[in-house]
C-alpha cells in the first residue's frame, strides 16, 4: 500500500476530537456544524489550496461492520475528524499551501481536534497532520497525476473542443481550417493560468 | 419451460397489447370516488366486464370480445376505497407518492412539468383509470355507455373526473386513442411517422406464442433467448433475482397484479418536421436514414439499423422482402419460410455486431430503451449477457392520440398515450427514463439525453451522436440543438389488481392480519 501514484498523493488523516462540549453542543457537532457550513465548488475553502484535486471532510462515530448476519460495532474512545485529499505533488508542501492559503478554515474546523492547541505555524501543521496520517492507497478515480492547472486547461479544452466540433459540423475544409486556427489562438494552450476552468469549477458556460 | 399462470386472474392489458389483436380504438376515462361503499359497490358490478388475460388466437377475431375492459388504481384510489392501513403501508414509496412529486426523476420540467398538465391531473383527485379497447370506435362507446350507467348507479359514490385537453382546447370527460390510420386501416405508426411498439418482452407464462421469444426475452449465457421471470412483470411470483417483487399484504391483494405507469405524451409534430427537414439538409443519407439513425429503426417498416444501417442496404432489404412476399404469395413455401426469417430478424437482433454503433447509433431510442446485452462491454463479465437489462424491461402498452384533424403542428393535440407495466415502477419505469431517456452515463455519451423523448431544450449541446464506423474514412455526424420533441401533458401511478384482489376490494374484505 502507498500514498504515492505517480505524482499522484493521496492522504487520508484521523485526528481525534476532543470529548466535551461548548454549552449544549458537543465538540463534534462544533466540528460538523463548521463542516457543513462550509462553500462548495469555487467558494470552497480547498479551491484556494494549491493543486487539490479532491477533498472530503467528515465526522467518524462508531464503526459498524455488516456482512450477512456477521454485525460488529466498535464503540471509539473518541470521535474522529477525517480529512482525505487527493493532490499533486509531495505532502511537506502541499500542507504548507493548506495552511497559508486556507488558515482561516484549518483552524476553525481543527479547533477541537486533540492537542491542536499546539499548532503554531506551517511546520507544527505538517508534523500534526503526519501524526495523524494513515497509509492508504484511495485515489480518487476521476483524475491523473498531472498538475492540478494542468488537467483543468485539459478539461477546459475538452469541453470547448467538443463544442467546436457540433458548431462547425460539415464546414468546407478551409472554413474549418480557418476557424480552427481561431479556436487555437482563441484556447492559448500554452497559457496554464487563464483561458481554461479555475478550481472547484465544475462547468463551463457555452462557448458558441 | 413455460410456466402456466393463471390467465384467468390476471388482467388482459398485462399480458396483451390489445392493438396488436385488432383492437386499434380505445378510451381511457379516470374515476374519483367520493364514498367507499358505493365505490366498492361499483367495482363489483364492473367485475363481470373485466377482461382477462385468457389466451387469443393472434390472427382474425374469432374468439375475441368486441371491446375489452380494464381498471387500475392509484394510492389515492385504494385509500378512498378504504383499503386497510397496513395494506397500504406495504405498497412501495414512488407509488404512494404518484408521479407528480417524481417529476425530477422523470425530467417533467419546463412544459413537461406538472402545472401544465391536462386539469384532470391538478390535485390528487384520479382513483382509477379504466380502459375500453375496441375492433370499432362503436364498440367502445358501447362499452363505454355499460360502464357510464353502472357509474350512475353508483348513488354519487363513484364520478367521471374530466378535464382532458381535446383537439379544439375544449375539455372532455375522457382520453379517446386510436392507431394512426393510412388508406382506411390502422397501421403501427405514431405521429412523428415511426412505426412503433415492436419489442415488448417476453416473460415466463404470458400466454404468447413461442416463436415471438427470440429478441423479445433474456439472453443466457450459452447465448440462447429464455423468457423472463414472471416476478418481473407480475407480482407474487418469484423475478429475475429469484426473490418475490416487493408487494402489500395480505398475498391475494398483490399476487397477480402489477403497477403501471400512464403518461400523456404530447409529440411537437411541426418542430419534429422541421427538425428534419433542416438537418437532412446536412446529413449524408435519406430524411428516412436520419429519422432511423434517431429511433434505431426504419419509420416505413421498422427495419432495425442492425438490419440495414444505410438507405442502399434498405433498399436491398425492401427489394429482397419483395421478391420472397410475391414468390410467397405464389405458393412458394420456401420462400414463405425465408420471408418469416427475415421478419424474425425485425425482433430477434443484438448490437453484439455493432458495439461502436456504426449501424445503430450507441444513443439511438430502441437501443437505449432495450439494451439487448449491450452493457456487458467484457465478455463475461456478468452471469449473463443480458444480466444489466433483464431487471429494467418494460412491458409497453398504450395508443397514439389525437391527429385526426388535418395537419399537425405542436399547438395541435396529438401524441402518445404510453403506458408500460412492470413489478417494480422504481427499479424498471423510473430508471430507464432517468438514467437511459435523459443521461447517458452507462452508454458513455455524457449527458446526451434521449432524441425523441429526452428532455432537451434547443441548445447547442442537446445532441445526438451519429457514430461512423472506426475503420472507415467517414466522420461522425452531430445532431445538435435537439429541441423538446415529446411533452408531458399527464399521468400517473396505477396498480392493476388480479381478478381475486379485485373481487375482494368489491366485497371489502381486504385483510393484511
Redo the contacts between chains.
Keep these: 500500500m502507498s500514498n504515492r501514484s505517480g505524482k499522484a498523493y493521496a492522504l487520508t488523516t484521523l485526528c481525534p476530537i476532543r470529548n466535551g462540549h461548548e454549552g449544549n453542543m458537543s465538540f463534534d457537532k462544533i466540528t460538523r456544524h463548521r463542516i457543513q457550513l462550509l462553500e462548495e465548488d469555487s467558494g470552497s475553502p480547498f479551491a484556494r489550496i494549491p493543486n487539490t484535486y479532491f477533498a472530503r471532510l467528515f465526522i467518524l462515530n462508531d464503526v459498524f461492520f455488516e456482512q450477512g448476519n456477521d454485525v460488529h460495532h466498535d464503540h471509539l474512545k473518541s470521535k474522529y475528524l477525517v480529512f482525505t485529499s487527493n493532490f499533486h505533488g509531495d505532502l511537506k508542501p502541499y500542507l504548507k499551501g493548506m495552511w497559508d492559503n486556507a488558515n482561516d478554515t484549518v483552524r476553525s474546523i481543527w479547533e477541537h481536534a486533540v492537542a491542536f492547541d499546539k499548532v503554531r505555524n506551517s511546520d507544527d501543521f505538517i508534523a500534526y497532520i503526519r501524526k495523524c496520517q494513515l497509509t492508504t492507497s484511495l485515489f480518487f478515480n476521476g483524475s491523473t497525476d498531472d498538475e492540478l492547472r494542468f488537467q483543468l486547461k485539459s478539461l477546459y479544452i475538452k469541453q470547448a473542443f467538443s463544442e467546436f466540433v457540433l458548431a462547425h459540423q460539415n464546414k468546407s475544409t478551409s472554413e474549418l481550417r480557418t476557424a480552427f486556427n481561431e479556436f487555437m489562438q482563441q484556447m492559448q494552450s500554452d497559457n496554464l493560468n487563464d483561458v481554461s476552468w479555475i478550481p472547484g469549477q465544475t462547468r463551463l458556460s457555452h462557448l458558441y | 419451460m413455460n410456466r402456466p399462470l393463471d390467465l384467468y386472474d390476471i388482467q388482459g392489458n398485462i399480458c396483451k397489447g390489445y392493438g396488436r389483436f385488432g383492437f386499434p380504438k380505445a378510451r381511457y376515462f379516470f374515476l374519483e370516488f367520493h364514498d367507499s361503499g358505493f365505490a366498492r359497490e361499483f367495482i363489483g358490478k364492473l367485475l363481470p366486464l373485466i377482461t382477462t388475460a385468457e389466451t387469443w388466437p393472434a390472427e382474425g377475431l374469432a374468439g375475441k370480445p368486441r371491446s375489452t375492459t380494464n381498471i387500475a388504481f392509484t394510492y389515492e384510489g385504494l385509500k378512498a376505497l378504504g383499503l386497510p392501513q397496513r395494506s397500504l403501508d406495504g405498497f412501495p414509496q414512488e407509488f404512494k407518492m404518484g408521479m407528480k412529486p417524481r417529476a425530477a426523476i422523470l425530467g417533467d420540467d419546463g412544459p413537461s412539468a406538472p402545472e401544465h398538465w391536462d386539469p384532470v391531473w391538478q390535485g390528487d383527485r384520479v382513483h382509477a383509470w379504466v380502459s375500453v379497447n375496441g375492433q370499432a370506435k362503436e364498440f367502445v362507446e358501447q362499452r363505454f355507455s355499460e360502464v357510464e350507467s353502472l357509474i350512475n348507479q353508483s348513488h354519487g359514490g363513484v364520478s367521471i373526473r374530466p378535464g382532458h385537453r381535446g383537439p379544439d382546447g375544449n375539455l372532455l370527460a375522457w382520453q379517446d386513442a386510436s392507431a394512426v390510420y393510412e388508406n382506411g386501416k390502422p397501421t403501427p405508426k405514431e405521429h412523428f411517422g415511426y412505426t412503433d411498439g415492436i419489442g415488448n418482452p417476453y416473460f415466463e407464462g404470458c400466454g404468447n406464442n413461442p416463436q415471438r421469444l427470440a429478441g423479445r426475452g433474456k439472453l443466457t449465457k450459452e447465448g440462447k433467448w429464455a423468457p423472463l421471470a414472471t416476478g418481473e412483470f407480475i407480482l407474487g411470483h418469484v423475478d429475475e433475482a429469484k426473490e418475490y417483487p416487493l408487494a402489500p399484504e395480505p398475498h391475494l391483494l398483490a399476487r397477480n397484479g402489477t403497477y403501471m405507469v400512464y403518461r400523456k405524451l404530447h409529440e411537437n409534430v411541426q418542430s419534429f418536421n422541421d427538425y428534419i427537414d433542416n438537418l437532412a439538409r ?1 446529413f449524408d443519407g435519406s430524411r428516412d436514414m436520419l429519422m432511423a439513425k434517431l429511433s434505431g429503426r426504419w419509420p416505413d417498416n421498422g427495419a432495425p439499423l442492425t438490419l440495414a444501417a444505410n438507405d442502399a442496404e434498405k433498399a436491398e432489404l425492401d427489394a429482397r422482402m419483395g421478391q420472397l412476399k410475391a414468390k410467397a404469395d405464389d405458393g412458394d413455401a420456401c420462400a414463405a419460410g425465408q420471408l418469416q426469417a427475415l421478419q424474425a430478424r425485425w425482433i430477434d437482433f443484438t448490437y453484439e455486431q455493432d458495439k461502436d454503433g456504426a449501424r445503430c447509433p450507441v444513443g439511438a431510442h430502441i437501443r437505449r430503451a432495450n439494451t439487448r446485452a449491450s452493457l456487458e462491454t467484457t465478455k463475461e463479465a456478468f452471469n449473463s449477457p443480458s444480466a444489466l437489462d433483464d431487471r429494467r424491461r418494460l412491458l409497453r402498452r398504450g395508443l397514439p392520440y389525437g391527429g385526426e384533424h388535418g395537419a399537425a403542428t405542436d399547438e395541435s393535440e396529438q401524441g402518445i398515450i404510453f403506458m408500460c407495466l412492470g413489478a417494480s415502477l422504481e427499479r424498471q419505469f423510473e430508471f430507464v427514463q432517468q438514467q437511459w431517456m435523459n443521461y447517458s452515463n452507462d452508454f458513455k455519451l455524457g449527458n446526451d439525453r434521449d432524441a425523441l423523448i429526452g428532455a432537451n431544450n434547443g ?3 442537446d ?1 445526438h451522436i451519429v457514430q461512423a464506423d472506426p475503420q472507415g474514412d467517414k466522420a461522425p ?2 445532431c ?1 440543438h435537439l429541441p423538446r420533441l415529446v411533452e408531458t401533458r399527464g399521468g400517473d401511478y396505477f396498480f392493476i389488481p388480479s381478478i381475486t384482489a379485485l373481487d375482494m376490494m368489491a366485497q371489502g374484505i381486504v385483510d393484511p392480519t
Design positions: 446536412d441548445q447547442l449541446t445532441k455526424f452531430f445538435t
